[in-house]
């Protein structure tokens, strides 16, 4: 029931720039709902990594970066180290059917 | 420090009711504006909200899950349950327990470690 499109994977070097693309619509970030991003590795619980589209709460590297555009979002995490490798996933809300909380596709972030 | 842990039974028999409650330690379920709500995360898939509820009710679910929902809280225990109606295997997913505050633009800032569920036939 993803309503927000990230893409499958994406990969990088250690020390290297990687991005994530979470596309929406007119009815969730094209609406002006803000953006958040979790970091969820195995077998551990989601982790709120940015919140209100590009604020890091407390203990979040400065690592870690969000921004928005029309219908999209974008996570970017610079420096790349190991311990990043892990699932993200973006989530909003969505105006359609009365309201409801969404989430993104999920990304797999591998660290070559 | 908030922490929050689900239980329940890790078997539902299809078209039974799955039944998981989640509780609430290191701060009480009525303190602040928050919302206490479900996510589950099916096998190889990406995660959806089930449905939310304030510690006095006022229950608001997921449109899609809507006719099998049933969320309740239990102050007196710190506790918040989630029943879901009439399962079948592709309700077999994590479940999460989170906390959100009120509001359309808001994040789940503390969640719960998950349990898996499946559904058998």
């Known amino acids: 029931q993803s309503v927000l499109t990230q893409p499958p994977s994406v990969s990088g070097a250690p020390g290297q720039r990687v991005t994530i693309s979470c596309t929406g619509s007119s009815s969730n970030i094209g609406a002006g709902y803000d953006v958040h991003w979790y970091q969820v590795l195995p077998g551990t619980a989601p982790k709120l990594l940015i919140s209100d589209n590009n604020s890091r709460p407390s203990g979040v590297p400065d690592r870690f970066s969000g921004s928005n555009s029309v219908t999209s979002a974008s996570l970017a995490i610079t420096g790349l180290q190991a311990e990043d490798e892990a699932d993200y996933y973006c989530q909003s809300y969505d105006n359609s059917l009365g309201g409801y909380y969404v989430f993104g596709t999920g990304t797999k972030v591998t660290v070559l | 420090q908030l922490q929050l842990q689900e239980s329940g039974p890790g078997l539902v028999k299809s078209s039974e009711t799955l039944s998981l409650t989640c509780t609430v330690s290191g701060g009480s379920i009525t303190s602040g504006p928050y919302y206490w709500g479900w996510i589950r995360q099916p096998p190889g898939k990406g995660l959806e909200w089930i449905g939310s509820?304030?510690?006095?009710?006022?229950?608001y679910y997921n449109p899609s899950l809507k006719s099998r929902i049933t969320m309740s809280v239990d102050t007196s225990k710190n506790q918040f349950s989630l029943k879901l109606a009439s399962v079948t295997a592709t309700d077999t997913a994590v479940f999460y327990c989170?906390?959100?505050?009120?509001?359309?633009?808001?994040?789940?800032?503390?969640w719960g470690q998950g349990t898996l569920v499946t559904v058998y036939s």
């Open positions: 989170a906390r959100h505050p009120p509001g359309a633009t808001e994040s789940f800032d503390h």
């Open positions: 509820i304030y510690y006095s009710g006022s229950p």
